[in-house]
């Protein structure tokens, strides 16, 4: 048993402080196009928690489930956090450059008047977008990890305290990218926000640390075997070419008056982009978005999620255990602050943020075994796919996080996992939401015992084929 009662009532004594606050009214909430929810990695946070559009900062308090019948405080929490929203990057800016061209010049060759939003994208709509933004945080992504980290404080305030965020006792790790870096320090201002202790002077304290989240880059066996690898799309390719995808690209080259054989599916996709982008950095509902119906939506996710499926995930074992660094380095963190201390002994680390992308999360989440569908998705069994797990629209939205609460309880500790503020069981705890922490590192020994970086990374590719234990 911990000696960290102090902590318990702290943390009772902050929830009863929770304030009932105020929600906006259905007008004050920005229109919104029906095809939100179906943008894979480039989808708002919102989407995923849509009451977040009426109050962003507004907290579920019983997602804390620690057993009922055990008096139970959390006394840690480690957060895998993707960043913020986002500007395009450089390929897909280009892309969106060539669809504008592409459609300014098709225009001057018709004497037809288009009307409505046609009009708009063909006469008026201006690609915005410079190479220079190349995937940088947008103000909207400050604003995701400000909110995200007032948030978590309320969730977990013992832990996101004032005390803690003053006194520097959170450990905050970021990817090098700039997207990263400015998103942990939107994240350490929201905390400081959140507690009124503002300080210029103080700066920011993070660490940078490409090997913890852009492992990805420097595991050989992946970047050769993956992502160089133009077999390993395979399925990814045949869906692009195939008959759902045809049928978007026939339609979507109708609506625009275009020849079929110029919107190749890159432009289409740059298309259902800028709906995307418009809606994530300026909360607009484009003219873009009224090119694509709900059926065309999940077509062009489930092309997405392919590419992540294949590339990322469950598809090569390969791309799981490329995030064994990662791994290790939580259950490090974790059994740390869990070891037994005499009441003498300073406490534990209350919290460590990890700040990094998608493609950080990804390869974690599936390491985990997480969302594991009985049927791989192919490029030929879409319509069979759409009750599937692996949704990446929600499991890793701009500022998706993956939560690892450690539990002080009366029968030793406990860990509950939840991902984008909501309780995700283990997969060998289907009824327990909160088991004993050493059960779930008995249920991952042998990821604990093994998954060593040097060792399959650097293995040849050859043989590393698609994973089909699921």
């Known amino acids: 048993m911990f000696h960290l009662g102090t902590h318990r009532f702290l943390w009772l004594a902050a929830l009863s402080l929770i304030p009932t606050r105020v929600f906006c009214s259905s007008a004050e909430i920005p229109d919104v196009p029906s095809i939100a929810t179906y943008f894979g990695t480039k989808t708002r946070?919102?989407?995923?928690?849509?009451?977040?559009?009426?109050?962003?900062?507004?907290?579920?308090i019983s997602v804390l489930r620690p057993p009922p019948g055990e008096f139970c405080t959390p006394f840690h929490v480690t957060a895998v956090i993707r960043h913020g929203s986002r500007f395009p990057t450089v390929k897909n800016i280009r892309r969106i450059h060539r669809l504008s061209e592409l459609l300014q010049n098709e225009a001057s060759r018709t004497s037809e008047s288009p009307t409505g939003w046609l009009?708009?994208?063909?006469?008026?709509?201006?690609?915005?977008?410079?190479?220079d933004m190349?995937?940088?945080?947008?103000?909207?992504?400050?604003?995701?990890?400000?909110?995200?980290?007032?948030?978590?404080?309320?969730?977990?305030?013992?832990?996101?305290s004032e005390e803690n965020v003053r006194k520097r006792r959170i450990h905050f790790v970021t990817s090098s990218k700039h997207r990263c870096v400015s998103?942990?320090?939107?994240?350490?201002?929201?905390?400081?926000?959140?507690?009124?202790?503002?300080?210029?002077?103080?700066?920011?304290?993070?660490?940078?640390?490409?090997?913890?989240?852009?492992f990805f880059e420097r595991c050989r066996g992946y970047v050769e075997g993956v992502e160089n690898n133009h077999t390993a799309l395979l399925e990814v390719e045949k869906f692009k070419h195939g008959e759902e995808m045809q049928a978007v690209r026939k339609r979507l080259a109708e609506k625009l008056g275009l020849?079929?054989?110029?919107?190749?599916?890159?432009?289409?996709?740059?298309?259902?982009?800028?709906?995307?982008?418009?809606?994530?950095?300026?909360?607009?509902?484009?003219p873009w978005c009224f090119l694509f119906d709900e059926s065309d939506a999940k077509v062009l996710e489930y092309s997405f999620d392919l590419k992540q499926f294949w590339k990322r995930s469950h598809g090569h074992l390969i791309s799981s255990l490329s995030s064994c660094p990662l791994f290790h380095h939580i259950f490090r963190t974790l059994d740390k602050a869990g070891r037994p201390r005499r009441s003498t002994e300073a406490g534990p680390e209350p919290a460590s943020v990890l700040v990094g992308h998608a493609e950080t999360l990804i390869?974690?989440?599936?390491?985990?075994?997480?969302?594991?569908?009985?049927?791989l998705p192919t490029a030929s069994n879409y319509h069979s796919q759409h009750g599937r797990s692996f949704r990446t629209s929600h499991i890793v939205p701009y500022a998706a996080n993956l939560l690892f609460v450690l539990y002080d309880?009366?029968?030793?500790?406990?860990?509950?996992?939840?991902?984008?503020?909501?309780?995700?069981?283990?997969?060998?705890?289907?009824?327990?939401?909160?088991?004993?922490?050493?059960?779930?590192?008995?249920?991952?020994?042998?990821?604990?015992?093994?998954?060593?970086?040097?060792?399959?990374?650097?293995?040849?590719?050859?043989?590393?084929g698609p994973n089909t234990e699921l």
Not at 196 to 213: I, P
Not at 363 to 375: A, E, R, V
Not at 432 to 449: G, H, I, K, N, Q
Request: charged fraction near 30%; include cysteine; charge should be negative.
């Open 119 to 131: 009009d708009e994208l063909r006469n008026r709509w201006e690609p915005w977008y410079t190479e």
């Open 134 to 160: 190349d995937g940088r945080l947008v103000r909207k992504g400050r604003e995701d990890l400000q909110f995200l980290a007032q948030r978590l404080a309320t969730l977990l305030p013992s832990l996101l």
């Open 363 to 375: 390869p974690l989440i599936s390491l985990l075994g997480l969302y594991k569908d009985q049927t």
């Open 183 to 214: 998103s942990v320090e939107a994240f350490q201002e929201g905390l400081q926000q959140h507690w009124g202790c503002h300080d210029s002077a103080q700066g920011y304290n993070h660490e940078v640390d490409d090997k913890l989240m852009r």
């Open 409 to 464: 309880c009366q029968r030793g500790p406990r860990l509950q996992l939840l991902i984008n503020e909501t309780p995700l069981h283990f997969p060998n705890f289907q009824t327990e939401e909160a088991p004993l922490y050493r059960d779930v590192r008995a249920a991952y020994r042998y990821l604990l015992d093994g998954c060593d970086f040097n060792r399959e990374c650097e293995r040849k590719p050859e043989g590393r």
């Open 259 to 286: 020849s079929l054989h110029l919107l190749t599916p890159d432009l289409v996709e740059a298309a259902f982009f800028i709906c995307s982008y418009e809606l994530s950095i300026k909360s607009i509902h484009s």
């Open 45 to 60: 946070y919102e989407e995923v928690k849509p009451n977040l559009l009426r109050d962003p900062l507004t907290v579920n």
